[in-house]
């Protein structure tokens, strides 16, 4: 497991309290009703703790499929993620429809990666099929890469349909000018560590998107165990890009918290612009 130790944690500033009023919750492993699928979805069952697994050795991802039955996939899965994106995808398909609207936001601190989830209902449509927004939370530096090429951070947009299928919309960070856009965000990260969760108030999901919705899709996986195969992956093509402090924050909370890529087997990548 990664250590979130006292020496990672930051002062919140008064600029940022004003806007994170940070809330104490009783046990951190409790999950909130109607729990979403998260980085912490390693939880096997009610009253137990979670699995043990982390980015490195002996519980790292080479060994993810061998520490719980439920993990097996992890291991034996013929369709993981993330993968390389190849530089010749060929296929096209349905735009993404957004449906955010601003909205309070609860970050928690997973012991992976902090993570944001709405208090009101978000959703997206793709291809007819309405997914509601779960939470956001990131990997630093990135999990996908396209055509070979990593970036500092990737963000994660995970989302339900009805039937139980996830659609992720995942965001590349590239390294460069500060972005206010994501500056809520970003201080929440610490102050998430500090206090068990942080709340982000007024915040539109579609303020932290690239102007292009123009994405990469295929069929894939959780990235972190139980590793399952439901997943519409919507990898946006443009990155975003955000300042080297706000990159330091994020990794200061949590870094290399990155699945290496998967093989591709015989998925196609697709590539759609809307
Ligand atoms: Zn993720």
């Known amino acids: 497991m990664r250590s979130t130790s006292m020496a990672t944690r930051k002062t919140v500033t008064a600029s940022s309290s004003a806007v994170l009023l940070a809330m ?3 046990c951190a492993d409790t999950a909130a009703p109607g ?28 060994h993810w499929g061998e520490l719980e039955d439920e993990f097996t996939t992890c291991g034996t899965g013929a369709a993981q993620s993330p993968i390389n994106v190849p530089g010749d995808p060929v296929l096209s398909s349905e735009p993404i429809e957004l449906d955010y609207t601003a909205s309070d936001f ?17 959703n997206i449509t793709v291809d007819g099929t309405e997914y509601t927004f779960k939470q956001m939370h990131y990997h630093a530096p990135s999990e996908h890469t396209l055509d070979g090429v990593n970036y500092a ?13 996830l659609a992720v919309i995942g965001v590349l960070a590239a390294e460069g000018e500060d972005n206010p856009a994501w500056s809520l965000v970003i201080e929440a990260v610490p102050a998430a560590q500090d206090e068990d969760s942080a709340e982000v108030t007024g915040l539109a999901l579609s303020s932290l998107l690239p102007e292009s919705l123009d994405h990469y899709e295929y069929d894939g996986s ?6 399952s195969e439901n997943v519409r992956w919507l990898l946006l093509q443009s990155p975003i890009e955000l ?3 706000q990159i330091s924050e994020l990794r200061s909370a949590h870094s ?17 612009d809307q």
């Open 24 to 26: 104490i919750t009783g």
């Open 35 to 62: 729990a979403s699928p998260t980085d912490s979805s390693a939880q096997t069952a009610q009253g137990e703790a979670p699995a043990q697994w982390s980015y490195e050795g002996a519980t790292g991802p080479q």
């Open 106 to 122: 609860q970050a928690r601190d997973t012991g992976h990666t902090v993570e944001l989830e709405s208090t009101s209902p978000q």
């Open 153 to 165: 951070a990737e963000f994660h947009f995970v989302h339900q349909s009805d039937d139980g299928d």
């Open 222 to 227: 959780l990235t972190t165990p139980p590793c």
């Open 243 to 245: 300042g080297t402090t």
């Open 256 to 272: 290399d918290n990155n699945r290496p890529t998967q093989p591709l087997n015989d998925r196609e990548v697709a590539q759609v």
